[in-house]
């Protein structure tokens, strides 16, 4: 099975801090499993799922270093289709690590 790096917004999300977390966690599910139903064979990672278990005021900048060794181990960056997307300075940096690093980009035409 080919692994697939979920790179979906936190920070850049346009919501009351309070409701930052659960936001994200709700795009970062609802995002892996459009790659699961479209895309047979592939196994979705969400480091955003994966390290929910952190503070984000203590831990940001140590699970994001996490992530992107967890994108090191894929063979596929999806990035989410989520109408803050394009604000987040992080999934720019997954991104552009992934390129660097040859792993190859799924793009899915499904809006979320």
């Given amino acids: 099975m080919a692994l697939v ?6 920070k850049a999300l346009a919501v ?5 977390k659960a936001q994200a966690i709700s795009i970062a599910q ?21 390290f929910s278990y952190l503070d984000e005021g203590k831990h940001r900048e ?11 181990a894929c063979d596929y960056i999806y990035i989410s289709t989520h109408k803050d997307a394009k604000y987040s300075q992080g999934m720019q940096e ?16 499904l809006p979320l």
Wanted: proline share 5%; net charge neutral.
């Fill in 30 to 50: 609802q995002e892996c499993l459009k790659v699961l139903r479209e895309c047979e064979g592939f196994t979705p990672i969400s480091p955003i799922l994966q």
């Fill in 5 to 10: 790096y979920i790179a979906s917004p936190y």
């Fill in 94 to 109: 997954e991104l552009a690590l992934a390129k660097k690093l040859g792993i190859k980009e799924l793009i899915l035409e």
């Fill in 16 to 20: 009351r801090e309070s409701q930052r």
């Fill in 62 to 72: 140590e699970a994001l270093k996490m992530g992107l060794e967890l994108l090191k």
